[in-house]
T-cell receptor
Framework: KNQVEQSPQSLIILEGKNCTLQCNYTVSPFSNLRWYKQDTGRGPVSLTI?????NTKSNGRYTATLDADTKQSSLHITASQLSDSASYIC????????????FGRGTSLIVHP | DSGVTQTPKHLITATGQRVTLRCSPRSGDLSVYWYQQSLDQGLQFLIQYYNGEERAKGNILERFSAQQFPDLHSELNLSSLELGDSALYFC??????????????FGPGTRLTVL
């Protein structure tokens, strides 16, 4: 069964600090991995999309990495801001023809001033 | 604002009832995706339509059905509602038929409460 596990479940950091969120998956065959940011009560917003051949992708202060051999991804947030407080969700799609996405449960990040 | 609109924003109904959620994709997007987000299950993919045709199916219950109309708007029909159907229902749209390599733009969601 395809699964996506994220850690930590929640994280509290001080404004200006960096942090790294983890995503492990067992989705096979692999198509792509996406990271989303979701503010409470709102729709997710795409941060990065990576395919098998990509191992790093950046979007401003957000940098995602992918190790397809170990089936792990990380999302690094640099110089955190109060507006980074949100849930970060890892999504992995298979390539079995329909590209069905499997969602992680997310990491809830709180940035304190 | 993602450009994807969903109506209604909130819906309160009783068990056993039937409701219809509506989604209008971004201009130019041919694909519409439906997702369910509940507290205990997280986000789950329900179904995708591309240019009026069903393209991919996820964990969608038989009590649920969807369609995409010629003007590309989509409706998700939920029937014989149960307490466990209470959730946020999101619609997303993108330009691509399949692959997930293009960004999906999410609407603001419809919060369904079943009493």
């Amino acid at each position: 069964k395809n699964q996506v596990e994220q850690s930590p479940q929640s994280l509290i950091i001080l404004e200006g600090k960096n942090c790294t969120l983890q995503c492990n998956y067992t989705v096979s065959p692999f198509s792509n991995l996406r990271w989303y940011k979701q503010d409470t009560g709102r729709g997710p917003v795409s941060l990065t999309i990576m395919t098998f051949s990509e191992n790093t992708k950046s979007n401003g202060r957000y940098t995602a990495t992918l190790d397809a051999d170990t089936k792990q991804s990380s999302l690094h947030i640099t110089a955190s801001q109060l507006s980074d407080s949100a849930s970060y969700i890892c999504v992995v799609s298979d390539s079995g023809g329909s590209y069905i996405p499997t969602f992680g449960r997310g990491t809830s990040l709180i940035v304190h001033p | 604002d993602s450009g994807v609109t969903q109506t209604p924003k909130h819906l309160i109904t009783a068990t056993g009832q039937r409701v219809t959620l509506r989604c209008s994709p971004r201009s130019g997007d041919l694909s519409v995706y439906w997702y369910q987000q509940s507290l205990d299950q997280g986000l789950q993919f329900l179904i995708q339509y591309y240019n009026g045709e069903e393209r991919a199916k996820g964990n969608i219950l038989e009590r649920f059905s969807a369609q995409q109309f010629p003007d590309l708007h989509s409706e998700l029909n939920l029937s014989s509602l149960e307490l466990g159907d209470s959730a946020l229902y999101f619609c997303a749209s993108s330009v691509e038929e399949a692959g997930g390599l293009y960004e999906q733009f999410f609407g603001p969601g419809t919060r369904l409460t079943v009493l």
